[in-house]
């Protein structure tokens, strides 16, 4: 008889799942063989082609070996030590990368915007670049979006031409932190195109572990020209895998058939199934549209604290004070959803 421990699937982070099938088969194909290393080898070319298939465009393509890095070095290739770069107060590279930005373009630095829902009000561009356009200001120079948003929220097509159109009004040029892009893309159901450079984005960070790789994330330069260099820029910065093929080949596995769509659809319905169990009980309230694999709650405090002490793993006050994140992934089943719901319902309702 099997003696295998229940699995418990959690709701902390996408990135607490492991590794999906169809990047698991691709690393293990990879794996048969010698190859040419630091990234001239077939996987890698391979997913390269893969991902210009993708977005229908004959982009530049380097896989590093996690968002912060790529981030950090789009950023830095966009921007001059004395340029500013413009985000929404909760992003990512603001809040969660430890000044890699701001570190890998030698000074650039980060100015916030506000927004509801986790996205940039377009107002705020205009009144941070016309704020100061003196010379001991640093020069606005990129538009950063993060799509989906650091709170689950999406931009709609419209929305992204907006922010690029105003944007390019101010000479901006325009970065998306694609660390969710593929629930973004599946929540929308539009073509990656369409989103990206069809709307003028100029480089976009795709990420695929929080979608079921184990590490490595895409960077996509669209303008081809801002990709000069970018490969000294990869290797000085650490980001130049020697055995390349093994963050390149589970993108095959992913791109080939779909499975990055497949993945993101799966977890955005997970989102959604969670969102309709909470929104019924008492004391709980649903901070933020659910348009990708998250979902923002505030939960009543003690409740929230005996959901730990029963052993489910979510954080809480992390992204925004007091709500608690909840984040389904890839293998987030719909047993694991009900188990949580029930057990979130049991505890507020023995509060009585
Ligand atoms: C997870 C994440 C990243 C990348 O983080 P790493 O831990 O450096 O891989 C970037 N942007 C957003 C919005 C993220 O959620």
């Not at 701001?102 to 377009?122: R, W, Y």
């Not at 992913?254 to 955005?268: I, P, R, T």
């Not at 909470?278 to 009543?300: H, Q």
Request: a neutral charge.
């Amino acid at each position: 008889m099997s003696s295998a421990k229940p699995v418990r699937r959690h709701f902390a982070s996408d990135n607490y799942a492991g590794i999906c099938p169809e990047a698991w088969a691709a690393l293990a194909e990879a794996n048969t063989d010698h190859e040419v290393s630091y990234g001239n080898d077939t996987w890698t070319q391979r997913a390269a082609d893969l991902l210009r298939e993708v977005f229908e465009k004959d982009c530049e393509v380097y896989f590093v070996f996690n968002g912060t890095a790529a981030n950090s070095l789009a950023l830095a290739s966009l921007c001059q030590s004395y340029h500013s770069v413009l985000c929404h107060e909760l992003a990512h590279i603001e809040g969660a990368e430890c000044g890699a930005p701001e570190f890998f373009a030698n000074g650039s630095k980060i100015l916030l915007l506000g927004g509801a829902d986790g996205k940039i009000n377009p107002y705020e561009i205009g009144r941070a670049v016309n704020k100061r356009t003196d010379i001991h200001y640093p020069k606005p120079r990129v538009l950063s979006l993060t799509q989906a948003t650091e709170v689950g929220t999406v931009y709609s097509l419209d929305e992204v031409r907006e922010l690029v159109g105003v944007a390019r009004k101010f000479g901006l040029r325009v970065h998306m932190d694609g660390a969710r892009f593929a629930n973004a893309v599946a929540s929308l159901d539009v073509a990656p195109a369409d989103i990206t450079w069809r709307a003028g984005v100029d480089v976009l960070c795709f990420g695929m572990t929080k979608n079921g790789v184990a590490v490595g994330e895409a960077v996509v330069f669209f303008d081809r020209e801002l990709a000069r260099e970018f490969d000294y820029r990869c290797k000085q910065g650490g980001q130049l895998a020697s055995k390349m093929r093994f963050l390149s080949a589970p993108w095959t596995g992913m791109l080939q058939d779909g499975a990055w769509l497949k993945h993101a659809k799966h977890s955005n319905a997970m989102a959604k199934r969670l969102q309709a169990g909470l929104r019924g009980l008492r004391g709980v309230r649903i901070s933020y549209p659910v348009e990708s694999n998250a979902v923002f709650a505030k939960i009543p405090a003690a409740a929230e604290k005996k959901m730990h002490q029963r052993g489910w793993k979510f954080y809480t006050g992390v992204v925004t004070p007091d709500e608690s994140r909840l984040m389904c992934s890839w293998d987030t089943t719909t047993t694991d959803v009900d188990a949580f719901v029930k057990d979130l319902r049991e505890l507020i309702e023995a509060r009585k």
